[in-house]
């Protein structure tokens, strides 16, 4: 079965005005439009285009509540055994017009862990100072529709950030007034190791007595701007990417310890069609950029930065991975021209993205991909327009539309030209 579903996007703050309008063909709502959510969660469940198709259902979450078998498919509906059937992903058209909050989320143990113990403390489900709404966690990837998408994702190498303090010692001696003696501090903390460094930044940093985390942010943030300077100058900076986005925080976050912690991660730029794979306990923050997201379907997000909202520095410290990685950047596997499949290392999803041109060779303007499914899956056609037909019956996709499709419909055909996203379970 194919039901159409759509959404109103999340409105909020840092979201872009027109990056999902313009993708989609839609008329901007002239304010902040940043995530439009496709999918189940109860956050935001996506609205069901025609009710009378699905029982008179008028949102995705009550129809999958009302007919798991159906709607999921048998294995899906009862694989959650201490929990009701859901929809295990869910997928996001992200548009990120200033910086997100440094971020990071649990393990499956850890969430539901950290669920029953504060539903134990009597902690209320949309409690300002709750950190697990469910017990479930999640996995993110993104695969980037604007040119470029920036992010910080993961620490560094520590001889990355070795290198980063050495610029920062030598923009310091450049100026008139070296204040070396904090560089040395931000340094002697590293040497005990990363835990001890984020430690300090958000403990100091966030009302503590001794004043050292914000002296190295305003130093920090004044020899990022020093070193505008002398590049407009013609000298040459190094990890001048990093320097820019300590400037671009600032002045989104004045005095935020998450400036500092920035130089600590790995400064990411996507182009369009590359994807990154968050798992379990890496720190990350969407800086600016247009993507596809999908995730596993939960809301349990601990901060650790560059937010007015809650932290949990303890809770935070407990579920972040200090190993040091490489940008966390997720090859696609090729199923065949034009369809690339994006697979993390989880059972929750994966995306299919389909891009098809009219071929040249032929008098047909139509080409043709399949896809087999293995549960439940969401399309979104982002450009062009498709007829997609399953073992059962067959809908036309166009530019800005979304459908939910059952797993009974088999093994997929997307005819027609554009492109196409294509979340579902995990092989």
């Known amino acids: 079965m194919f039901v159409g579903i759509t959404n109103t996007p999340r409105n909020y703050a840092w979201g872009s005005t027109r990056a999902i309008a313009d993708l989609l063909g839609r008329t901007p709502s002239g304010g902040p439009e940043a995530e439009l959510w496709l999918g189940a969660h109860a956050g935001s469940p996506s609205v069901i285009e025609d009710p009378a198709l699905v029982g008179g259902c008028d949102t995705l979450a009550e ?42 989320h649990p393990t499956s143990a850890q969430a539901r862990a950290g669920f029953e113990l504060e539903n134990e403390a009597g902690v209320a489900i949309d409690a300002g100072n709750r950190n697990y709404r469910d017990p479930f966690h999640k996995p993110e990837l993104l695969v980037a529709l604007s040119d470029t998408f920036e992010a910080l994702c993961g620490f560094r190498p520590l001889a990355e950030v070795r290198g980063i303090i050495a610029e920062l010692r030598l923009l310091d001696l450049a100026t008139d007034d070296s204040q070396a003696a904090i560089i040395d501090l931000l340094e002697s903390h590293l040497t005990r190791g990363l ?67 920035a130089l600590l991660l790995n400064r990411v730029s996507l182009q369009r069609g ?50 040091p990685a490489p940008s966390p950047y997720l090859a696609p596997i090729v199923l065949g021209d034009g369809v690339s499949l994006y697979r993390p290392d989880v059972p929750d999803f994966e995306l299919v993205h389909i891009e098809a041109d009219a071929d040249a060779a032929s008098s047909s303007p139509v080409t043709m991909r399949q896809i087999t499914l293995t549960g439940p899956a969401i399309a979104i056609c982002t450009a062009g327009g498709f007829l997609v037909a399953g073992a059962a019956s067959s809908r036309p996709l166009k530019r800005g539309q979304a459908v939910y499709v059952t797993p009974d419909e088999g093994t997929l055909t997307f005819a027609g030209t554009g492109e196409v996203f294509l979340a579902t379970t995990g092989a």
């Open 63 to 104: 129809w999958i509540a009302a007919a798991p078998e159906v709607a999921l498919g048998a294995d899906w509906a009862s694989r959650e055994a201490d929990a009701a059937p859901r929809l295990p992903f869910l997928l996001k058209i992200l548009a990120a017009g200033r910086p997100l909050s440094l971020q990071a």
């Open 195 to 261: 835990p001890d460094t984020v430690d300090w930044l958000l403990r100091d940093g966030r009302g503590g007595d001794s004043g050292e985390v914000e002296w190295l942010v305003e130093r920090v943030v004044a020899l990022a701007e020093h070193a505008q300077f002398l590049a407009e100058g013609g000298a040459a900076i190094g990890y001048a990417r990093e320097l820019a986005a300590v400037r671009v925080l600032a002045a989104e976050y004045p005095g935020d310890p998450g400036i500092v912690l």
């Open 274 to 323: 590359e994807a990154m794979y968050l798992p379990a306990g890496n720190i990350h923050a969407y800086l600016s950029g247009l993507g596809v997201e999908l995730m596993a379907a939960s809301d349990n997000v601990l901060r650790g930065g560059l937010t007015a909202k809650h932290i949990d520095i303890e809770e935070l410290l407990a579920v972040l991975d200090f190993s």
